[in-house]
């Protein structure tokens, strides 16, 4: 079975610091991982993804992540902050199910940049 | 494209009431799913459909909730009777392979 553990529940971080949101899965099989940007009232929109490939993973609003199968984890990175990225962050494994593939989430991270 | 489309976007009803929650996936997309988002659970996966087939409803709370997809444009997700701990906001994804596009949600408030 497949499950995602996002260790912080709540970030604050000044505005232009750098900023990690970390995620360890556990899974038995081959993954694919995502990453995944809630703001306030809406839906989740994607912001990276890993399926294959270079472990370092570049996505929108300069964000990155980097996949390390040793350490099972998929953390997220960003070197300045903007407070418009202030938002809920959710990691997620993909697994295959039939004809399509599942996600799972983990808890997700709070992200709250300060001015 | 529009993005997948979610109706109503916030809906109040009463204890005991049906709720009729709609979605219009992505065009082309063959996997859709329904998700329940609270602050004590998280985002739970409730079901999901492949070329308007359900293949795991295991996350369906009870028999008071019921999907369907009759086509592939077009799914809803019915509780009958709605109690006020469904309460929460209810998602629709659509996946074409292995990534999923969310709706804007519906926000459902059962008094």
């Known amino acids: 079975a497949q499950s995602v553990t996002q260790l912080d529940s709540q970030v604050p971080v000044f505005e232009e610091a750098p900023v990690e949101l970390r995620c360890n899965y556990s899974s038995s099989v081959s993954v694919y991982l995502f990453w995944y940007v809630q703001y306030p009232n809406q839906g989740l929109q994607l912001l990276l993804k890993y399926l294959s490939g270079s472990t370092l993973v570049k996505g929108i609003n300069g964000f990155e992540a980097e996949f390390n199968k040793s350490q099972t984890s998929f953390h997220l990175r960003k070197p300045s902050v903007h407070i418009s990225d202030t938002a809920e962050y959710f990691c997620?494994?993909?697994?295959?199910?039939?004809?399509?593939?599942?996600?799972?989430f983990g808890k997700g991270t709070k992200l709250s940049v300060i001015p | 494209d529009a993005g997948v489309i979610q109706s109503p976007r916030h809906e109040v009803t009463e204890m005991g009431q049906e709720v009729t929650l709609r979605c219009k996936p992505i065009s082309g997309h063959n996997s859709l799913f329904w998700y329940r988002q609270t602050m004590m659970r998280g985002l739970e996966l409730l079901i999901y459909f492949n070329n308007n087939v359900p293949i795991d409803d295991s996350g369906m709370p009870e028999d008071r909730f019921s999907a369907k997809m009759p086509n592939a444009s077009f799914s809803t997700l019915k509780i009958q009777p709605s109690e006020p701990r469904d309460s929460a906001v209810y998602f629709c994804?659509?996946?074409?392979?292995?990534?999923?596009?969310f709706g804007p949600g519906t926000r459902l408030t059962v008094l």
């Open positions: 994804a659509s996946s074409p392979l292995n990534e999923q596009f």
């Open positions: 997620a494994v993909a697994y295959s199910g039939a004809g399509s593939y599942q996600l799972t």
